[in-house]
């Protein structure tokens, strides 16, 4: 069975900063994009940004320039610094590894910015 568990919410100020870990296993780590999503109260998941095998990345239009994704094949691990943050964030975040014939999910980690 896949495993991908998260890491690194919690409470934070707005203008402070998060970095979320994922840590994946039991998969073929470099055949699967990788992404983060989230979801707050009453609103569907979202993307907020993704990574391929070969790095490129994709970002929500409201993270942009604020977040950034990365991955480490060798260790499987993808992880979202969040800078910048802003009480609008606060969702319950969640990792995803995709490829086109199976999708994984994460737990969940919650993230919380105070105004």
């Known amino acids: 069975q896949v495993l991908l568990v998260e890491s690194g919410g919690g409470l934070v100020q707005a203008g402070g900063s998060l970095r979320l870990s994922c840590a994946a296993s039991?998969?073929?780590?470099?055949?699967?994009?990788m992404g983060w999503y989230r979801q707050a109260p009453g609103k569907q998941r979202e993307l907020v940004a993704s990574?391929?095998?070969?790095?490129?990345?994709n970002y929500a239009d409201s993270v942009k320039g604020r977040f950034t994704i990365s991955r480490d094949n060798v260790k499987k691990t993808v992880s979202l610094q969040m800078n910048g943050l802003k009480p609008e964030d606060t969702a319950v975040y969640y990792c995803?590894?995709?490829?086109?014939?199976?999708?994984?999910w994460g737990q969940g980690t919650q993230v919380t910015v105070s105004s």
């Open positions: 039991r998969i073929v780590f470099t055949l699967y994009e």
């Open positions: 995803n590894a995709k490829r086109p014939t199976s999708e994984y």
């Open positions: 990574i391929n095998g070969g790095r490129s990345t």
